[in-house]
């Protein structure tokens, strides 16, 4: 069974870091392609991430330059490291894996709240 | 980059009612497109990836049409479980887009 468990969030001043955690089982990380999808509080869904089996990655243009994905496939584990965060990227993360293609997603985790606040 | 825009806002229906949501993209996305449900404080879940293909696992009154760029959900017979909030997203480039989703309420 496909399980993704997300950790590592918090709260965080503006301009701050933090490294986000998804830990995969049922499936390997290294030949799958994984993503990061976030909610604003009551707001909708938002592509964050995205890295391809072969370790390339792309990112959206609101997290470019901060926002670094990575994953280890010896441990089966996906992160996401937050860089000079500002109010704007207090939400939910959701790690989520997609199917044959890229980027569809067909599992997710339960997700990990980001606070940014002074 | 893309714009996904969905239609209503906001539904009000009854159980067994048969309820429709549209899609539009603001340019040709071929079938890449998914539906997905979310209910409060919870994950999104897909339906329908490739524009009508039902993943696994999901009832079939979940179906998925379109191509280019219209494309519809439908819920052929509202049961009490599928009052959600459902987005549509783009996948066919980057940056992958959302839809700004559509509320599903109990009428």
């Known amino acids: 069974e496909v399980q993704l468990v997300e950790s590592g969030g918090g709260l965080v001043h503006p301009g701050g870091s933090l490294r986000l955690s998804c830990a995969a089982s049922g499936f390997t990380v290294s030949s799958n392609f994984m993503s990061w999808v976030r909610q604003a509080p009551g707001k909708g869904l938002e592509w964050v991430s995205v890295?391809?089996?072969?370790?390339?990655?792309y990112y959206a243009d609101s997290v470019k330059g901060r926002f670094t994905i990575s994953k280890d496939n010896l441990k089966n584990m996906l992160y996401l490291e937050l860089n000079s965060l500002n109010l704007e990227d207090t939400a939910v993360y959701y790690c989520?894996?997609?199917?044959?293609?890229?980027?569809?997603?067909?599992?997710w985790g339960q997700g990990t709240l980001v606070t940014v606040s002074s | 980059d893309i714009q996904m825009t969905q239609s209503p806002s906001t539904l009000s229906a009854s159980v067994g009612d048969r309820v429709t949501i549209t899609c539009r993209a603001s340019?040709?996305?071929?079938?890449?497109l998914a539906w997905y449900q979310q209910k409060p404080g919870k994950a999104p879940k897909l339906l329908i990836y490739k524009a009508s293909s039902l993943e696994s696992g999901v009832p079939s009154r979940f179906s998925g049409s379109g191509s280019g760029t219209e494309f519809t959900l439908t819920i052929s017979s509202l049961q009490p479980d599928d009052f959600a909030t459902f987005y549509c997203?783009?996948?066919?480039?980057?940056?992958?887009?959302f839809g700004q989703g559509t509320k599903l309420e109990i009428k």
């Open positions: 890295i391809y089996s072969g370790g390339d990655t």
């Open positions: 340019q040709s996305i071929n079938n890449w």
């Open positions: 997203q783009q996948y066919n480039s980057y940056p992958v887009a």
């Open positions: 989520a894996k997609s199917g044959e293609q890229c980027c569809d997603f067909h599992n």
